[in-house]
């Protein structure tokens, strides 16, 4: 059963249009959400969170949104650069240390 | 300092061999993790430890051994492994308290041949 899902696999987007990557949870005990960022052979990145208590947390160009109604986050990257091509994923937890849940990745192609 | 480091980088090691994965954090991180990863999956957890001591095992083969020598190493212990559990291997640790986010180190490529 997954917790955290990701249902497009991949994303094609022009250089300078925004990206937006979606994540859904069924989870209601998950109080705070998370994207990381990969490339191919490293670790994760961590790029920017949202607790449950807000609904929009922004850092430059990545903004994230959260619908606790509809249990839908997203990630909007705009302008989108060649450099963010990678594999997004969307992570979710509570409080505490018990382990973040991941989705299974988007990747994300940003063409120049 | 907002580093994970994991040693090595790469490992290439034979299915009689014993070899160590190593994680250090110095952010003071009581939580520290290991995950698997696959191409094309999302990180798997394999073992949890909290204040040192091992608080989840995802129903690990025992050929994988963790370790927890203090609050700031984490080993994973490798001993007979398969070609099926060549992947990336990845060490996480995460602080205390709400809405804190975990720190990944940059992996160990390991292959089984």
């Given at each position: 059963d997954q917790q955290v899902k990701q249902n497009s696999p991949s994303l094609s987007v022009q250089e300078g249009r925004i990206s937006i990557l979606n994540c859904d949870y069924t989870n209601s005990m998950f109080d705070y959400f998370l994207w990381y960022k990969k490339y191919?052979?490293?670790g994760p990145t961590f790029l920017i969170s949202i607790s449950s208590i807000k609904d929009k947390?922004?850092?430059g160009r990545f903004t994230v949104f959260l619908n606790k109604s509809a249990k839908h986050l997203s990630l909007h990257i705009v302008p989108s650069q060649p450099g963010d091509s990678a594999v997004y994923f969307c992570a979710a937890g509570n409080s505490g240390n018990t382990p973040l849940v991941f989705g299974k990745g988007t990747r994300l192609s940003v063409i120049a | 300092d907002t580093e994970v480091t994991q040693t090595p980088k790469h490992l290439v090691m034979g299915m009689t061999n014993k070899k160590s994965l190593k994680c250090e954090q110095h952010m003071g991180h009581r939580a520290m993790y290991w995950y698997k990863q696959k191409?094309?999956?999302?990180?798997e957890l394999m073992f949890v430890y909290s204040y040192e001591k091992l608080s989840i095992n995802?129903?690990?083969p025992s050929r994988f051994s963790p370790e927890c020598p203090n609050s700031s190493l984490l080993n994973l212990h490798l001993h007979a492994l398969q070609p099926e559990d060549s992947a990336l291997y990845l060490c996480?640790?995460?602080g205390e308290g709400m809405n804190t986010e975990a720190f990944f180190g940059q992996g160990t490529r390991l292959t089984v041949v």
């Open positions: 191919p052979a490293e947390n922004e850092d | 191409a094309k999956k999302p990180p995802e129903s690990v996480a640790s995460k």
